[in-house]
């Protein structure tokens, strides 16, 4: 796992529209496992520099909606 290929078949395989924003948050996310959403925001920006937090957030949703990344809240974290 790691390449863009890879993630684009992942994305297809969970019936969610592939753009450039969902690669390189599932590709962060597989890179930096247990991150805070501010990290994956960094390195998503190392890549795609122009995206917004938003456009982050509403790419982990889905990402979450669809069983692809989990989300673990630890009491009192963001």
Same mark, same amino acid.
């Given at each position: 796992?790691?390449?863009? @290929?890879?993630? =684009?078949? #992942? ?6 529209? *592939?753009?450039?924003?969902?690669? &390189?948050?599932?590709?962060a996310v597989y890179a ?10 960094? @390195?998503?920006? =190392?890549? #795609? ?6 456009? *982050?957030?509403?790419?982990?949703? &889905? ?16």
């Amino acid at each position: 796992m790691g390449q863009t @290929a890879d993630f =684009r078949q #992942l994305l297809q395989e969970a019936a969610l529209r *592939v753009t450039r924003p969902r690669v &390189a948050v599932l590709g962060a996310v597989y890179a930096l496992p247990h991150s805070d959403t501010d990290s994956i925001i960094r @390195a998503v920006r =190392r890549e #795609l520099p122009e995206v917004s937090h938003q456009t *982050v957030y509403d790419s982990l949703n &889905a990402l979450t909606a669809s069983g692809l990344v989990r989300r673990i809240q630890p009491s009192g974290s963001v």
